[in-house]
């Protein structure tokens, strides 16, 4: 049973326009929640996280949403660039301090130049 | 500063042979993590270590794999007896304390022949 979903195994998006990446989660006890970057032939780059107690977080270009009632999540990026082309993981934990990241399948983004 | 490095960046073996996978986890981070990806799926956990000791290994899919990390720092995940099915890229994460966010390495790519 799939916990974190992406739905949207791909994505693209003209550059300097908004690209937003969605992700459903199933278990309620989850509270922290994080994405992640990953270019070919690398691992994951953290990005950007949110604990359950915001509904928003901001860090320059990339916004996470966090909308509990729905347990939907997702990012913003604005305004998208060339480089941020990669593939994105949404990850979520269950209870803060934990360890054990929950990944979704991840959604392949490509920003058109 | 130095991310977290693993070694070696491609394995082939052959069906039944033994593997030893290294992972040099952010100097002074006393958290690592062993994560494993498939083809078109997000890491999954695999096991979990404060310190030297083995803290969780409940996502070891079996008795053929290993893992230590005896002096609290490098890793070693090792398989025996590896099936084709082991194939994938098996991911090293490290973070400063239990809880806090984790940086992954660019990952080892294991090909079970």
């Known amino acids: 049973d799939q916990q974190v979903k992406q739905n949207s195994p791909s994505l693209s998006v003209q550059e300097g326009r908004i690209s937003i990446l969605n992700c459903d989660y199933t278990?309620?006890?989850?509270?922290?929640f994080l994405w992640y970057k990953k270019y070919p032939a690398e691992g994951p780059t953290f990005l950007i996280s949110?604990?359950?107690?915001?509904d928003k977080n901001e860090d320059g270009r990339f916004t996470v949403f966090l909308n509990k009632s729905a347990k939907h999540l997702s990012l913003h990026i604005v305004p998208s660039q060339p480089g941020d082309s990669a593939v994105y993981f949404c990850?979520?934990?269950?209870?803060?301090?934990?360890?054990?990241?929950?990944f979704g399948t991840g959604t392949r983004l490509k920003v058109l130049a | 500063g130095a991310g977290v490095s693993q070694t070696p960046s491609n394995k082939v073996t052959e069906k039944g042979k033994y593997v030893e996978l290294r992972c040099d986890p952010i100097?002074?981070?006393?958290?690592l993590y062993w994560y494993r990806q498939s083809l078109g799926q997000g890491p999954e956990f695999l096991i979990y270590?404060?310190?030297?000791?083995?803290?969780?290994d409940s996502g070891l899919p079996n008795d053929r794999f290993f893992a230590v990390r005896p002096e609290g720092s490098v890793s070693t995940l090792k398989i025996q007896r590896t099936e084709r099915g082991d194939s994938a890229v098996y991911l090293c994460?490290?973070?400063?304390?239990?809880?806090?966010?984790?940086?992954f390495g660019p990952g080892t790519r294991l090909l079970v022949l």
């Open positions: 949110i604990s359950s107690i915001k």
């Open positions: 278990n309620s006890m989850f509270d922290y």
């Open positions: 990850a979520a934990s269950a209870y803060s301090g934990t360890y054990k990241y929950i």
């Open positions: 270590f404060q310190g030297t000791g083995a803290a969780d």
């Open positions: 100097s002074g981070h006393t958290a």
């Open positions: 994460a490290s973070s400063l304390e239990r809880g806090e966010t984790q940086y």
